[in-house]
């Protein structure tokens, strides 16, 4: 199927201006000011007054739920395709959580196949929060270069009452198994952390890094936005060469507590010099979200949302100060780059067509392509999940 975007103000996400967009089958085949094609074959759409941006690229998000904090019960459901697509998320990598018991590994391999052949591409990690680490081949690495999917391993808790309280050797050893399924099979084999609201903050990575060969751009610590504290333990792991994820699933209870909303945080973040090359926002869609009281007993629980990520970036895009480049590289860009994933992130000939068209003022969707595939129209989802109308 070949697809015509015609007059769209591209960003790349350097801004390339009006230009016209051609999509054959799953990739963007060109990017020009003017593309004549006379084929009755091609369909064309008329992007006039909304921009383009590469499709979101979601580093976290719970693809077959998550085990609830408050019991069976709340184990929070799995995510449907349309709660990424409509939103302009177009890349997701799952991961497990607290619960590696009854969510297991070979669940989320499965679902990452299932959202890839249903039109998004979805990726994965092996592990959890624990260590020892769940595996499916019995190792870590071989689980990265044999399992297609699964690019890495996460998210290891650290500074968490819920983690298994991991030594610096054991987070080391994991790591660098990761790092060498990562060489051997030419993945980035990152090692998504999840940090949690302890005075141990970010220490155990120094640690790492300090006592190992493992360089500091192995680790993918999140939820870096939890505080102010936590934000600036981020920004001296950033100086040190780190990459750092805000979360934008959030609730009032975190925003009382004192977490900082995610684009307050990157814009702070790019103020304090920080490259929006070592910055990403994501969603933590489908996670629990959690609210403990001082003695540690959960006393709420909410659901994270795919959606947050879009609503992030509008956010984020709005502030002053911080440019419309930056704030995509935020949300596809460096996620991809940190990733690994060399198609995706950029509006370029030769990438995959996942491609956002949105109105830049209102910051409205109009349309969402993923693979070259239109998968919504005016927030309509032209395609959705198998079961998604059941």
Same mark, same amino acid.
């Given at each position: ?20 967009? !051609? ?10 000011? @003017?593309? &004549? ?10 992007? $006039?007054? +909304? ?7 979601? /580093?976290?998000? &719970? ?16 995510? $449907? ?5 409509? &939103? ?39 592990? /959890? ?33 819920? /983690?298994? =309280? ?35 903050? !970010? ?35 950033? =100086? ?12 009032? =209870? ?15 973040? +790019? ?6 090359? =070592? ?8 996670? /629990? !979200? ?7 007993? +959960? ?47 950029? !509006? ?18 109009? &349309?969402?392509? @993923?693979?070259? $595939?239109?998968?919504? $129209? ?13």
């Amino acid at each position: 199927m070949i697809t015509l975007l015609r007059n769209v103000n591209v960003y790349s996400p350097t801004h390339l201006g009006m230009n016209d967009i !051609l999509i054959a089958n799953d990739k963007i085949a060109a990017i020009a000011p @003017a593309i &004549h094609l006379s084929s009755d074959a091609v369909r064309i759409i008329d992007g $006039q007054g +909304l921009a383009a941006m590469p499709g979101l690229v979601d /580093s976290l998000v &719970h693809i077959t739920g998550g085990g609830g904090e408050g019991g069976f019960h709340t184990r929070t459901p799995e995510m $449907q395709l349309t709660e990424a697509s409509l &939103h302009g998320v177009t890349t997701v990598i799952g991961a497990l959580g607290t619960d590696a018991t009854t969510r297991s590994l070979e669940e989320l391999v499965a679902k990452a196949k299932a959202l890839n052949y249903e039109g998004i591409s979805a990726y994965c990690y092996t592990g /959890s929060y624990h260590l020892p680490p769940p595996t499916i081949t019995g190792s870590v690495t071989k689980d990265i270069m044999l399992i297609d999917p699964i690019i890495g391993i996460g998210e290891v808790a650290i500074a968490d009452h819920r /983690s298994s =309280q991991p030594t610096v050797n054991e987070l080391a050893k994991v790591a660098a198994e990761a790092r060498v399924g990562g060489m051997l099979s030419n993945k980035k084999g990152i090692v998504s952390i999840h940090t949690g609201d302890s005075e141990e903050k !970010l220490q155990m990575l120094h640690r790492v890094v300090d006592e190992s060969d493992i360089p500091a751009h192995q680790f993918y610590p999140t939820h870096i936005n939890r505080n102010q504290s936590l934000l600036e333990a981020g920004k001296a792991w950033a =100086q040190r060469g780190g990459y750092i994820d805000m979360t934008t699933s959030t609730n009032a =209870q975190f925003i009382a507590d004192g977490e900082i909303p995610a684009a307050d945080a990157i814009a702070w973040c +790019l103020q304090q010099g920080i490259s929006a090359a =070592q910055l990403t926002m994501s969603s933590d869609g489908n996670a /629990s !979200l959690p609210v403990f009281d001082n003695q540690g007993h +959960l006393i709420g629980l909410e659901v994270g949302k795919v959606a947050s990520l879009f609503d992030a970036f509008s956010t984020l895009a709005s502030t002053s100060g911080v440019s419309m480049e930056q704030a995509i590289r935020t949300v596809s860009t460096s996620p991809a780059d940190i990733l690994k994933l060399p198609t995706k992130g950029r !509006l370029v000939a030769g990438s995959d067509a996942d491609i956002v068209l949105f109105d830049a003022t209102t910051f409205d969707i109009h &349309h969402v392509f @993923a693979k070259g $595939q239109h998968m919504t $129209q005016e927030g309509v989802a032209l395609v959705k999940g198998t079961f998604e109308d059941l």
